[in-house]
Each structure stands twice: as structure tokens, then as C-alpha cells.
């Protein structure tokens, strides 16, 4: 038995790798533990799809100390976000949170990050694989700006609680009715008695919650919630569960769907790139990328057999080849195999059969309207 | 950690996880316990070669899919493949909860049974487990 194509390594456990304030936690859980973008993080404490299943129908606690918190304060915040970010900061009020992409001048993405408008400071949260990008991005783009770059990644950490169930635990922990709190937006409370940001966002296709919190109150506050949640059935999940989850809810993953090769029109996602605003790094390259004849599309489809996408297998119609998979995976869910795909723009329409090449054998698949899971109501 | 995988003494191993069980020239093929548990524990798809292919020592006999990952089978003796196990083809679980039983995968009839010297025995395949486990 041996990985086929160009999978993950299973093996982790190099000393190098960092460690979230968990890790202990995880282990003596039963997590098995892998590398993810330098970090040593669970994949999984019971079965990828135990886990995926529970959040889906109750709620599931994801540790992400792995991701990038950036902070930036001074006085030329505003403007020097809006001429690093596709999305219009002007809309947004305290409180409000705006996903959008950090591109580079040929409109490749650098990032997609969300950035969170607080008291004097702009927070952004990025992925782990680019924090370092992300910084060094920032700070070589500061020079005319009166700002203060820091990364407070290891100071602020970051959970994710998501699920049907996520806001009743909440309440069950704090007392607190987080109904006021819309989605993409955020509250400042005390929990555990510690200043916490609490935000209505996530990465499932659930309704949920990413919380920020000093490292002192880390363990406790995962602890308590699962104290709290586990009659509710909230369950610790891993990052496998985490990437079959967003897979099925159609959210794209940087060095997946989104590369410095990529652009966010490509991606489908141009409702977060805003040309009306004033000059931003990567508008005029994305303005005049829009020419449609060569264009690609992310789309995503279902298999019709039982095989099982995966990232870098090619796409075909007919005999024709039109694409690459991104991203592909068994879902839970819908128990079969589905993914995620670039392919050409006049072949991208849903209800198009298309096949994927798995060892060098077409399987036949469907595109289908994004997303494949959607939830049934807030 | 799960430190203690079921490793069957009376079959043979290859270094790639496949065991096999030798009845006269007839060689059945599965995969580990070990094998599984590093497939997540959980197996959601099998693909197998057809029924009359020649296979050779280390050549590719199918694919497992974890929800994650797909693995490569490969064949650790060479000769024709007799039979196949449909059951695991519809129901591929039953490799993770029944690896060196009902989750058995593909018969060959072997073209050159002296391979099997070169296969691990069982106390030779637990140092194996022992040393990557490490």
C-alpha cells in the first residue's frame, strides 16, 4: 500500500513543527496528530466522518491557533488596507467583518483573509501557510502609511465553535444571547472572565462562531465548552473533518483553489473585489483579466460512480481535457465523491457531465451549482 | 496511541502492508490492521484489477480511499488473479473493520512462489510497525 498521486505525507513528528497550547490536550484525547503548514495539529480524535457528521447535525469545537492574527494600528490604517485589499473597507462599521483577498500586482492572490474592524485597530486573520507571506507583504507595502504591523498569533488564540447547536452552547456557557450578533459581524464579551472577540463566521457551511482569546484562557475556555456542549453532542474535530466540511459548503482553501497563479474572479468569488474604489495593488491586472474567451471557472461537481476525486486529477469533457480538480474528497455527507475543479469558462455551467481521469480511467461526474451543502436555515 | 496492531503469525507481509495467505500456489491479498489504521480507520472506496489480469511482484493491484487519501495496492507475489472480492467493492468498510478476514481483496495464482522467501514474516513485520512507529 503506498500514497497514490501527490498526497499528503502521513507521517508527521519532526521537533521543528510548532505546537498550539493544546497539544497535550490533543494527544491525551486520542488525536492523531499531523503536520499542517508548519504546525503540529490533530487530524482527527475518533473518524473524519464521526466528526464531520456531528457537526453537521449538533456541534463540533475546532482548535485554530494554527491561523494568523495580524493587527494593525496607527492612523493610516483605513487607507492603507483599502490600497492592499480587493474588498471596500468604507462600507464597514465597528463591529463588521469583510472577507476579501490581498492580490498581487498581476492580481494573483497573495491571501484571502477577514478583517475585522475593532475600537482603533483593524485585526486580519489569515491563513497559517501564509502568515509569514502575509507579513512580509504588509510591511514591504508601508512605507507611505503611518501604521504599526504586528502579528499577535501567539498572544490571541482562536476557536471555532460551529453547528446547529453552537449558539445554545454558547449560551449555556456564558449566559449570553449571541442571536444580536449577525452574520460577518462580531461582539465583544467577557467569557471566563477575559475579554473575548466573538464573531458569527466560519468554514463549515454551518452557523457558528470563531472566538479570540488571550493564551491564558485558551484551555480553559475549550475545556468549558466542551464541559458545557457535551450533552448538546459537541465534539472536538480535526482539521480532516475541517477540510470535508468546507469541500461540501464549496469554500476554497489557499494552495487549492486559491494560488498567486489564481485571481478571485477565477475563483468566482469577483462580489469581494471592488473596482469602484480607488486603486488598490492588482486592480487594473484584475480589470482587464476579464476577457472571457480564455477564462477558467471554479465550479464544483459529484461523482456518478463510486470513485473518489482528488487534488490534481485532470477534468475532462469527452475526450477533451478541460481542467483540474482542487480539491476532492468523500463526503460525508452525501456519501460519495465530490470536489472542487478549474476548468473552462464555456464548459463550466451546472448540469454539465463531465469525467474526472483517476488512474488514467475517466469516472463520470456532474457539475453542480455552488455550494453542494447548503444548511437548512440560520 | 493505538501501539498494539493484530498481526496474524502464519502469513506473510510485505514491507507495503499488503498480507498474504498461502493455500498450495494460491496466494489471498489484504491489507494490514496497521495499514488501516493509517488510512484514518476508515475505508469509503476499493477499486480492484479484473479478475485474469497478470500481475507482477510490486506492481499496482487497485486503490484504497480513506475520506482523505487514496493508497496504491500492490501485488507481493506476481501471477494471474483468480478471484476477486466483490463484497468490499460495494461495501468497502468492511477492509477496516475485518482487514485479514472478510476484507480480503484479490486470490492470485502465483507464477513464481519462490517470492515468498522474500516476504516479511510476522515477527519481522511487527519490528517494521515498531521501527516506523518510532
Redo the contacts between chains.
Sequence with gaps: MGCAGRKSKLSGGASLLKRTVLYNWHKSHGARMVEFAGWEMPLQYTTISEEHLGVREKAGLFDLSHMGRIRIRGKDRIPFMQYLFTNDLITMSEGDIMYGFLCNSNGGIIDDITVYLIEDYLMLVVNACNTETVLNWLRSNANNFEVEIEDVSISLLMLAIQGPRAQDIMYGLSRIDLSNIQYHQFMIYHLIRSKAVISRTGYTGENGFEIYIGGLFFQSLWEQLLDVGEKMGLVPVGLGARDTLRIEACLPLYGHELTEETTPLEAGLGKFVKFAKNDFIGKKALYYSTNPEFARRLICFEMMDKAIPRNGHPVMFGDMTIGTVTSGTFSPTFQKGIGMAYVDQIKSQPDTRISILINENPHPAIIRKRPLYKRRSI | MERDYEIPSGLYFAK???WVSISDSIATVG?TAY?VA?M???I??V?LCKVETQLTKGKSFG????????????APVSGKVTEINNTI?QDPAIVATSPYDDGWMIKISMSNPEETNELLKAFEYKRLIEM?EE
Aim: glycine share 0%.
Design positions: 507495503s502492508h499488503e491489507i495499514a493509517q484514518d480507520k476508515e469509503v472506496n477499486e486503490i484504497v480511499d480513506s475520506v482523505k487519501a487514496a493508497f496504491d495496492l500492490y467493492l516506523s
